[in-house]
């Protein structure tokens, strides 16, 4: 992925994504980046879980940092206190991190540092960000990910189906599986047949709900021991 070109794209609600001509592939919908990312994570994800004073959430997918940025911000207006980690075997350059305008359209220009530190916080290192946001990172690939019953939600956002099948395996939702808590939640923009069938066989529970604008359809997997 490192040697594929990268484009900066500007979606529908303003928001900038990363675009990959030769896979026909971006990091985020075209209808909107921001709305897909509150859509499928927070109000899909982080609003799921309401008797926790602290959480610990994974990311599949680190990318362009508007996740862990959007989580930062909730877990500042919540204060709740959160441990994010986030996995991503392909960083982004700090010359498009630079071009981001996440922090702008969230109204959150006071918070341009913080976005700016998560993409320059070391690697298999413990940051804090905040008073309520530890992140940690790794630089790994999907299926060299181990960890048990650590998180209590994931945030499943690898790149499609269609370009990466193999981030959609049983075996890769296997580790999602031991990786949560139980009764934790894992939340996913896809939905799939295919997928369905993979996070049942990992042990999952799925419900599928509706997905953002351009979406018909996601999915919330529930790990339920």
Known sequence: ?????????ITQDGSVTIHMPELNE?????????????????QNGLDLITDKKEVSILEIGFGTGLN??????????????????????????TSICEKLNYPEL???IDKQEDFLNLHQAEWQKSTRISE?????KYQMKFEDIIFENRFDLIYFDAFGYRVQPELWSEAIFSSM???????GILTTYACRSVIS???KSAGFN????PGPIGKREMTIAYKME
Request: hydrophobic letters at 40%.
């Open 132 to 136: 309520v946001f530890t992140l940690e």
């Open 177 to 183: 599986y031991n990786a949560l808590k139980p009764r």
């Open 106 to 108: 969230l109204n959150s």
């Open 197 to 199: 069938n993979n996070l």
């Open 26 to 42: 971006s990091y985020h919908s075209k209808h909107g980046a921001i709305q897909e990312s509150y859509h499928v994570f927070i």
């Open 1 to 9: 992925m490192n040697d594929i070109k990268k484009e900066i794209l």
């Open 206 to 209: 799925i419900k599928k709900v």
């Open 68 to 93: 862990a940025f959007i989580t930062l911000l909730e877990a500042q207006k919540r204060n709740l206190k959160t441990n994010y980690t986030g996995i991503e075997a392909y960083p982004i350059d």
